[in-house]
């Protein structure tokens, strides 16, 4: 059975574990990790297979991973993308999906974290770029802690940042825009270096090259 992205997003029990999974991102003093997010992640990851030529039903697939991709938070914080991978397959295989789109699905899930990421199939790669791509002021909740948190001032410093796809020369750009009098350049690489680094090899799953431009300079 196909299920469709549109029956994922309108689940209400699946709706109810992200409401819940950002509500604990809250009280442990996390960026935004709720809907605006998910949605996020789930229309670059799949735009980007899209824009790659991929056929449709994998780039749907890529859009319910990137919806999904952090339900694991409910449980816990520490090793989520795992959790959330087994909670993924459980409310798919209720729905009915196929278990090689379930496979496709939960694969991606399971590896979206740094800690223990690879880009091991397309939907998984998308699902890396679109997530770790995903840096804006609107994450952060409570502007006091940029006086103190290096992850919440990068994120509030960052004024606009955008995933571009360059089919022609086989590039993926992440474009960032950054206030520096609220952080440094070289604050974003102190805490996002492995980020950039996964992504890196993400885009060459996807047989892509990775480019990072800040303030309009090129750093990778």
Do not use: W
């Not at 735009?47 to 780039?59: I, K, T």
């Not at 802690?145 to 994120?155: A, C, E, G, L, P």
């Not at 750009?173 to 690489?189: K, N, P």
């Amino acid at each position: 059975m196909q299920v469709r992205f549109e029956q994922i997003r309108a689940d209400e029990k699946i709706n109810t574990y992200i409401r819940q999974a950002d509500a604990s991102m809250i009280a442990m003093g996390y960026t935004e990790h709720s809907f605006a997010h998910v949605s996020r992640c789930a229309e670059q990851a799949s735009r980007l297979l899209e824009q790659l030529g991929y056929p449709a039903r994998e780039v749907e697939l890529a859009r319910i991973a990137g919806y999904l991709h952090d339900i694991g938070n409910v449980i816990n914080r520490n090793d989520h993308a795992h959790s959330g991978a087994l909670m993924a397959f459980r409310l798919l295989d209720e729905l009915g999906m196929d278990p090689e789109e379930t496979a496709i699905v939960i694969t991606a899930i399971g590896n979206h974290d740094e800690r223990t990421a690879h880009p091991v199939n397309a939907v998984a790669a998308a699902l890396i770029l679109a997530d770790k791509s995903d840096v804006r002021r609107s994450r952060v909740r409570n502007r006091d802690s940029i006086k103190f948190d290096i992850h919440d001032r990068v994120n509030y410093a960052a004024e606009r940042s955008e995933l571009m796809l360059d089919r022609e020369n086989r590039t993926v750009t992440l474009y960032i825009r950054i206030d520096t009098q609220i952080c440094a350049v070289m604050d974003y690489f102190e805490i996002f270096t492995n980020r950039m680094l996964l992504c890196r090899k993400a885009a060459q799953a996807l047989g892509l090259e990775f480019k990072l431009h800040i303030n309009d300079a090129v750093l990778l």
